[in-house]
């Protein structure tokens, strides 16, 4: 299994930003995958969530704000991410893994900078 992300980028306040991630290895498209970020000097946090069945959750500051969508064929999901606030700031990884407790996957990460 491999995990790569993509699409990180340097905007200003109130742009919009569309990562990538794909994850590659896997002969089922329903499967767990997150993304996570991290700013400097805080801990990883969970931004947005999509498990087996299709069912999607987001962390409160983002909501309204970040939407996911995927491709379960190839299992690429991208996190649209609209209306970026300074605070969004950070590497954003992507974790994969094929059932709750299962074995995660990371991809490298992917820097998103918003800047005022």
């Known amino acids: 299994v491999q995990v790569v992300e993509s699409g990180g980028g340097s905007v200003q306040a109130g742009g919009s930003l569309r990562l990538t991630c794909t994850a590659s290895?896997?002969?089922?498209?329903?499967?767990?995958m997150d993304w996570f970020r991290q700013a400097p000097g805080k801990e990883r946090e969970v931004v947005a969530s999509i498990d087996n069945t299709g069912q999607t959750n987001f962390t409160d500051s983002v909501k309204a704000r970040f939407t996911l969508s995927k491709d379960y064929a190839e299992n690429i999901l991208y996190l649209q991410m609209n209306n970026l606030r300074p605070e969004d700031t950070g590497m954003y990884y992507c974790l994969a893994r094929a059932c709750r407790n299962c074995y995660k996957y990371w991809g490298q990460g992917t820097q998103v900078t918003v800047s005022d």
């Open positions: 290895g896997y002969y089922d498209g329903n499967i767990y």
